[in-house]
């Protein structure tokens, strides 16, 4: 909730200060763009007897898009995801995917030097996953390889810096997640699971940072 009305302060706040539209800034029909943006999740737990957990995720995600109407963008973007967890009970996760999708964003202001925008996209994503447990001189390996596509709704913001280079943002999702996991235990036994949930996120650990270019 906190994270929610701090988005929405700062985009009343951009909105009042650039509200005029200034020549040369922003979008129009049959513009063209490249952008990458980043998300980056640092977390530290402590366990009830002592134990702590490290973790971090990085999403690296370059997209190319094209203004089919003055308010109206479509696209398509590659994910790239490395992910790491340690636990001091000697228990590690390294994960990593990619994935390719698509989206589609509406502009309210695109004309102006800050614009908030609602994004809708499609992506199929797939990863690899290995956790490590050890157990006395032991090292349990188990493995997992995950194969899915989601469906997300976004907010988002943008504000030109100059005429052509713009930083834009992408805060939290609404999305539907399917995915078919295949897992290997520390035996070799292999066996399946499917997985599907909706999800709400709009917190701090959603969020995505990058530069935009327009041609």
Do not use: C, W
Not at 66 to 80: C, E, Y
Not at 178 to 189: A, F, K, L, Q, Y
């Amino acid at each position: 909730m906190r994270t929610a009305f701090l988005f929405f302060t700062l985009v009343f706040t951009f909105s009042v200060t650039f509200a005029q539209e200034e020549s040369g800034y922003g979008f129009n029909k049959s513009d063209f763009f490249v952008s990458g943006t980043m998300g980056y999740n640092n977390s530290k737990y402590k366990g009830d007897f002592g134990s702590t957990e490290k973790g971090h995720i990085l999403i690296i995600e370059p997209e190319i898009g094209f203004f089919i109407h003055s308010n109206i963008a479509i696209g398509t973007r590659l994910s790239v995801l490395t992910n790491t967890s340690k636990n001091s009970n000697n228990y590690e996760i390294e994960e990593s995917g990619y994935g390719v999708g698509v989206f589609g964003k509406y502009f309210f202001t695109p004309k102006k030097k800050f614009s908030i925008y609602a994004e809708l996209s499609a992506a199929y994503r797939t990863s690899e996953r290995e956790q490590k447990i050890t157990l006395s001189d032991q090292i349990e390996t188990r493995k997992s390889e995950n194969k899915g596509y989601n469906i997300a709704i976004s907010p988002g913001m943008q504000f030109f810096v100059s005429k052509r280079l713009a930083l834009t943002s992408r805060i939290g999702s609404i999305s539907y997640n399917s995915s078919d996991n295949e897992n290997t235990s520390p035996n070799g036994e292999k066996f399946n699971s499917d997985v599907k949930n909706f999800s709400i996120n709009l917190g701090l650990d959603n969020i995505y940072f990058g530069v935009l270019y327009r041609f």
